[in-house]
Nanobody, 126 residues
Framework: QGQLVESGGGLVHPGGSLTLTCTAA????????IGWFRQAPGGEREGVSCITSRDGNTYYTDAVKGRFTISRDNAKNTVYLQMNDLKPEDTAVYYCGTPRYYADYCSSKSVDFGSWGQGTQVTVSS
């Protein structure tokens, strides 16, 4: 299995929007669930959202429900995380990953995922 590459982060004011991109290198993202996680300074890597492969089912942590939307474009080998109404507490490095043990599986636990990229920094500040 190859590697994932995250991009799209940046500095945004509270209430602003960003779209993060997770692109697969060396494998087809369409065969896997993809999870988005984030890690704030001094914190643990926490699950944000996940989308399954076969059915496209989506999952969100409560803190982002109604504000974030995960989607996938298998033709572009890419998964997106559209983030609206950003808050300072959304500040973190965001990572995407694939499940370690079952290809089509979603979990909020980072230990269940791998193939992490370098991450992309999201900073929400006025």
């Amino acid at each position: 299995q190859g590697q994932l590459v995250e991009s799209g982060g940046g500095l945004v004011h509270p209430g602003g929007s960003l779209t993060l991109t997770c692109t697969a290198a060396g494998f087809s993202v369409g065969y896997y669930s993809i999870g988005w996680f984030r890690q704030a300074p001094g914190g643990e890597r926490e699950g944000v959202s996940c989308i399954t492969s076969r059915d496209g089912n989506t999952y969100y942590t409560d803190a982002v429900k109604g504000r974030f939307t995960i989607s996938r474009d298998n033709a572009k080998n890419t998964v997106y995380l559209q983030m609206n109404d950003l808050k300072p507490e959304d500040t973190a490095v965001y990572y995407c990953g694939t499940p370690r043990y079952y290809a089509d599986y979603c979990s909020s636990k980072s230990v269940d995922f791998g193939s992490w990229g370098q991450g992309t920094q999201v900073t929400v500040s006025s």
